[in-house]
């Protein structure tokens, strides 16, 4: 059973975005709760289509969220959580929605400013998830599975998967993720192909929250 006391609401969909992500960790009081209200307001062209609170504690003893206002298919959402008694919380609150865009693809295969937003998210947050990967070790789980989909070929595969005493995890893992990002930037649908495959992996707490960055 999970010690965890998430609030789900809604489900992101394939062609989703982050809108907004925060987390907050508040410390325990003597005799009392603390308590913490996250809230988020679309800007124009934005819609949320799900809102995630999660108790980034396993122990059962996080805080409880609660929704507030707004929610899914509004243009607002606050979601407030409050601990137990005598106890603190660490919670993650990711707001997912959608975005239009006044630019669309061309029939000659250009990026949408949309497409253009999440190349730059990923650029913008490629140390930090290179690293929460490295520290999970997974530069061989993903080498094969960036292979299996042609996304990489014999040459920075087996780059990646040079285990010499002088080669680090951290560049193994930068250098399939520098190929990749190469690779499928002028392809949207490889882009979110890859993002799959990064997110398809069993990892810890570390990776997950630096991959929540991420858009799908």
Known sequence: MSGRHNLELGIPGSNDVILYTE???????PFGTVSHTFSYHCKDGEQITAVIARDMWTHDTGGDPELVNGGVGQRHVSIKVTSRWCRGFDFRFTVYG???????QSSSGGISSADNWQYTTLAKNSDKIIEALAAN????????????????GDEVYAKATNYAPNVTEYSRVKCLITAV???????????HDFIKVLKSHSIRADAEAALVLLPT
């Not at 987390?23 to 009081?29: A, I, T």
């Open 23 to 29: 987390q907050l960790r508040k410390s325990n009081v």
């Open 98 to 104: 959608k975005r239009q865009s006044t630019s669309v």
């Open 137 to 152: 070790g997974l530069s061989e789980r993903l080498a094969s599975s960036f292979k299996a989909q042609g996304m990489i």
């Open 181 to 191: 990002q190469t690779s499928t930037r002028a392809t949207p649908q490889r882009y």
